[in-house]
């Protein structure tokens, strides 16, 4: 995978969850919380200081060893979305952190759907920058490359089809303010995807073009970057 080249990089300089998100995930004190996709341990942290029984499951070695460093209490397992090394409804709550577009579905939704107890909580969730700042949007574009055919459209809400295993509870958007240094912010686009598959002199370029946006935006070297956490929550009906 594309992550594990910059695992240290995105755990240093990816955003953690706002402290507000607290209240969209609720009171998971003693709960048995499963996270897909928990990359490098950004949000397993929060289920921990929220009381959870964590459980996470991540594909890539690279990121996944970061995370067992900084959250040796949680339980960690190789595997994928879409076939979870894990026993059929054993968990109360299931988290996606910005990870739900590169998933193949509907078979990950099914896997969630399998290994959540009836009436878990299925949060969807992507932390990211706000997309309705015009001076914010054509910078956010450059960490993309037009023909990078395996590019996955980020979203802000999971579909979850209609008749299914999940009724929607919920649509959540949470606005926060992220307060960083431009190197931090130069820094940061390294980790994106579309950054990771450009030629050395393509991601010097763009990282000059990067730096000379926020620049232009800063005080005193720092940027208050506008951020929203978006996606949706749902519960699993119950079972026939």
Known sequence: MLFGSVAEQYDLYRPDPPASVATVLGDLRGLD???VAAGTGKWTRLL??????VTVVEPDDDMRAVLVRRSPEAHTLKGAAEALPLADASFDALLVPSAWHWFVQPTAMNEMARVLRDGGALFVLWNGFRR?????TPLVELRDRSDDDGKRPRG????????????????????????????????????????IIRSDDER??????????FEAMAVDGVV???MTVRGTVARRRARD
Request: hydrophobic share 40%; aromatic share 8%; glycine share 8%.
């Open 33 to 35: 919380v499963l996270e």
């Open 48 to 53: 921990i200081e929220l009381g959870a029984n």
């Open 132 to 136: 309705d700042v015009p001076w914010l």
């Open 156 to 195: 802000w809400a999971a579909d979850l089809g209609i008749g299914g295993d999940f009724d929607v509870e919920s649509q959540v958007e949470l606005e926060s303010t992220w307060t960083r240094s431009v190197d931090d912010v130069v820094s940061l686009f390294s980790t994106y995807s579309g950054m």
């Open 204 to 213: 010097r370029a763009v990282s000059d073009e990067v730096r000379q946006g």
């Open 224 to 226: 208050e970057l506008p």
